[in-house]
């Protein structure tokens, strides 16, 4: 899946195409590419590189993935905003998040930090 330029912000976690070994984080957004830092597989030292947007790609948000976010063992925080993550099923895994305007089905990792963001008003930890 392609993801649009428009979907991401600073922070958010994907892979790219040429190595799907390494999570990169965005560090900043230009115009058709994105700056993403990561640690080199062949160096194992920290690397920052700008690449393209049809280059990156989003990360499946997963049951293991949720386990590393130390923030969502106090669900009960989510339903102060007027919405609730209310589905979770295996072996793949969905989340549906209902707000007073709309229910939107959240994929991938990117959409949850983004949603996490807006909605809590501070950065998902993830310990990947």
Request: hydrophobic fraction near 40%; glycine fraction near 2%; charged fraction near 30%.
């Amino acid at each position: 899946m392609q993801i649009k330029s428009t979907d991401f912000r600073i922070g958010n976690l994907v892979k790219t195409d040429f190595s799907e070994t390494n999570l990169k984080t965005i560090v900043e957004l230009k115009h058709k590419a994105a700056s993403v830092k990561y640690i080199r597989t062949d160096t194992n030292e920290p690397h920052q590189s700008m690449i393209d947007y049809e280059r990156l790609i989003p990360i499946p948000l997963t049951e293991a993935i949720l386990l590393k976010c130390p923030q969502l063992e106090h669900i009960e925080k989510f339903r102060q905003f007027n919405f609730e993550v209310f589905s979770i099923t295996f072996p793949e895994l969905d989340i549906w998040c209902i707000d007073e305007i709309k229910i939107r089905r959240i994929k991938y990792l990117h959409e949850f930090q983004n949603f996490y963001k807006e909605n809590i008003g501070e950065e998902l930890q993830i310990s990947l």
